[in-house]
Structures are given as C-alpha cells and as structure tokens.
C-alpha cells in the first residue's frame, strides 16, 4: 500500500516517467550500435554518420516525450491534442527556419553528401573537419582550433574533400604597384620548386601520373578588398596529406616574396 500510495504522487510519476523514456532511448541507441556492429553494408564513416544522427534525434523525441505527458498532467489529453495542432501551425510559420535547418540536415544526411569526419568547405570560407552533426547544424573544427557552428539553411556552398583528394589552393595578395611580369616570374618559380620538394603529396593516377601538378593559376582575384591582386598556386593532392602540404606551399610562397622584395598588398584602415 505504501509503494502503491508513493507512485500516485506527481513528482516521483514524473520522475518515474523521466527514468523509463531515459532507459528506452539508452536501449534503442544500443540497439542501433549493435546492428552496426553486426553488420558491414555500410562503410565505417557511413555508420559513424547514421550512429551521431541518431543520438540527436532521440534525445529529441525523449525530450518531447517526456513533456507531452508532464503536460497531460495540467490538460485534457483531447484538448491538449487540439491544442497542439493549432500550437504547431503557429510555430511552423514562426519558426520556418528551424524547419528549414531540420530538412535540409535530412536531405544532406540521405543524400550522403556529409559524413561525420569529412573535411569540409563551407559557403567558400570556412573549412575544417565536421565534429558534430546535429538534426539543425554542423559543427567544424576549423584548422586554426576554432569550432565554427552553422545551422543547413546558411549552408549556400558545401565543398566535401573526404573524396580521396583535395585541392590546395595557396595565394600572395600583393600590391598593385607590383609589376605583374616579375610576379608572375616568381609564382611559376614557387609552383617549380613545390613540384620537385613536395612531389609526394600530389595525387597521382594508377599510372604514377601526377593528376594536377603544382600550378600557377595566374592573377585568380583583382582588387581584393580594395589592396591589391591575388596570385593563386594549386594542386590536386591526396587526402590526407592536404594540411601538411598546404602549409609547405605556403611557406615557399612566403619564402619566394620575401627573397625577391615583392610587394605585399596592405590595408588603407589606418584606425
């Protein structure tokens, strides 16, 4: 009588209810784990992928589990049903861009265009390897330690590298009393030397053909910020070699400017 007495008092139902949701969502995260372990029709980072995703959503679900039945405490449940559905169709069109981010994180998951892991570009200036994958937003880690967050629907470009290869694409902005034809001297130098130090990095066909060598793009950029033009050396290199070979490019290319007194752009912002 008494542990009959004890769960029909609110709080230790709700906290009841609260332990339960927790266990299931436990259960069916273990449950998916296992059938990943068991099974091997998806690749590694494929299952990795599916694996975070999944956590999200049920953490998602339990959470709003949990608070449909704290609410049928205070409401009719018909009511409350009803209630919802209005309450939804005032939320969707307030919160469109949550929806946004919510089809848009489906559509890139099931197209497979994002794997956990995958080193990424975003919208052309942000790029690092993805951290997390939430039911909203991405997270990378970008090279220089910072972890940028980004929500789907402000995802206007994405650029995925975890494809076997990667392209280093290195530039001087340089200023624009530099004379072009000595720059250009120097880059086609720069982009030599690359090809004869760091020969290794670059990805090559079955035939040990280098599939894009060290090159010289030329001027890739005028009036780069209102300093000067941007001169561009890139290459196709393998995956894992990208970080490290683009910072070798990067110095021989800091190198090469200092030695042959090129002229760097600079900012007017004299604040």
Do not use: W
Not at 1 to 9: C, E, K, N, V, Y
Not at 112 to 125: A, C, E, F, P, T
Request: aromatic fraction near 14%; hydrophobic fraction near 40%.
């Amino acid at each position: 009588m008494f542990f009959s007495g004890l769960f029909q008092q609110f709080p230790v139902k709700v906290l009841t209810v609260a332990l339960l949701i927790i266990l299931i969502v436990y259960f069916i995260r273990k449950s998916i784990k296992l059938f990943f372990d068991k099974t091997s029709f998806l690749d590694e980072k494929r299952e990795e992928t599916l694996m975070h995703f999944s956590n999200q959503v049920t953490k998602v679900l339990g959470l709003a589990l949990f608070f449909i039945y704290l609410l049928s405490h205070f409401f009719k449940l018909g009511k409350l049903i009803t209630g919802s559905v209005v309450l939804a169709s005032a939320l969707a069109l307030i919160f469109q861009h949550i929806i946004r981010d919510y089809i848009m994180g489906l559509t890139y998951l099931l197209e497979r265009q994002i794997h956990h892991g995958d080193y990424v570009i975003l919208n052309g200036n942000r790029q690092g390897k993805i951290e997390e994958i939430s039911m909203r937003y991405l997270k990378i880690r970008q090279y220089d330690g910072y972890l940028y967050t980004v929500s789907y629907s402000n995802i206007t470009e994405l650029q995925n590298g975890n494809r076997g290869r990667r392209r280093v694409n290195e530039s001087l902005v340089l200023n624009y009393r530099q004379n072009p034809d000595d720059a250009f001297k120097v880059m086609e130098e720069v982009a030599r030397i690359c090809n004869e130090k760091y020969g290794q990095y670059l990805l090559k066909d079955e035939n040990g053909v280098p599939e894009e060598s060290f090159q010289f793009k030329q001027i890739t950029e005028l009036n780069v910020d209102f300093r000067g033009h941007q001169y561009s050396l890139s290459a196709l290199v393998k995956e894992n070699d990208f970080v490290e070979a683009s910072k070798k490019v990067r110095y021989e290319l800091a190198m090469a400017a200092y030695k042959n007194d090129l002229m760097m752009a600079e900012s007017f912002n004299t604040n």
